[in-house]
T-cell receptor, first 113, second 116 residues
Framework: GESVGLHLPTLSVQEGDNSIINCAYS??????FIWYKQESGKGPQFIID?????DKRQGQRVTVLLNKTVKHLSLQIAATQPGDSAVYFC????????????FGSGTRLQVQP | GAVVSQHPSWVICKSGTSVKIECRSL??????MFWYRQFPKQSLMLMAT?????????EQGVEKDKFLINHASLTLSTLTVTSAHPEDSSFYIC????????????FGPGTRLTVL
């Protein structure tokens, strides 16, 4: 079936360390990928996105890597801070058809002080 | 920026009653709005896609007569949960997209619905 899933449901890191959150997708037709951060009781917050014609994109303290060969997406957070603690979702959009997003199952990031 | 608001932020209602949730794009016109539902510790599941002035497109398994969606203007979409039951208790989140040519979606803060 078509799905977007995550390898690790919970990731615990020490403050200051780098974090890597992974996501696998199965729809080869997807051409747009986004990472969202969701804090408890709030809506998703956009972090970074990437299109399928790229394999890497950097933002402030975050980097998204896309490996289309193995249908893998990752989010790297540098110098993780307590404020980064949240659930992170990857989402994909197909290149054709509907514009809605398909969300992965989420990874909870816990930053230990 | 691109701000999306939802009202109310939370609501508690009795079983059998109807509840309306509003989604507004505050500083842009949204050609398309999306409604998602999120159960505790789960991911967001798309319920329906609505374009201004046309009928919403519902995902498989989502009852259109139970979850009424109205997108009467470019800044407002409403979701009405009719004859709500406890199993409808969930976190409802909307998102809005500015133009048909763009993929970016801006999410609202969500509405927590509790049906007693």
């Amino acid at each position: 079936g078509e799905s977007v899933g995550l390898h690790l449901p919970t990731l615990s890191v020490q403050e200051g360390d780098n974090s890597i959150i992974n996501c696998a997708y199965s729809n080869s037709a997807s051409d747009y990928f986004i990472w969202y951060k969701q804090e408890s009781g709030k809506g998703p917050q956009f972090i970074i996105d990437i299109r399928s014609n790229m394999d890497k994109r950097q933002g402030q303290r975050v980097t998204v890597l896309l490996n289309k060969t193995v249908k893998h997406l990752s989010l790297q957070i540098a110098a993780t801070q307590p404020g980064d603690s949240a659930v992170y979702f990857c989402a994909e959009k197909r290149s054709t058809g509907r514009r809605a997003l398909t969300f992965g199952s989420g990874t909870r990031l816990q930053v230990q002080p | 920026g691109a701000v999306v608001s939802q009202h109310p932020s939370w609501v508690i209602c009795k079983s059998g009653t109807s509840v309306k949730i509003e989604c507004r794009s505050l500083d842009f016109q949204a050609t398309t709005m999306f409604w998602y539902r999120q159960f505790p510790k789960q991911s967001l599941m798309l319920m329906a896609t609505s374009n201004e002035g046309s009928k919403a497109t519902y995902e498989q398994g989502v009852e259109k007569d139970k979850f009424l969606i109205n997108h009467a203007s470019l800044t407002l979409s409403t979701l009405t949960v009719t004859s709500a039951h406890p199993e409808d208790s969930s976190f409802y989140i909307c998102s809005a997209s500015k133009e048909l040519s763009t993929d970016t979606q801006y999410f609202g803060p969500g509405t927590r619905l509790t049906v007693l």
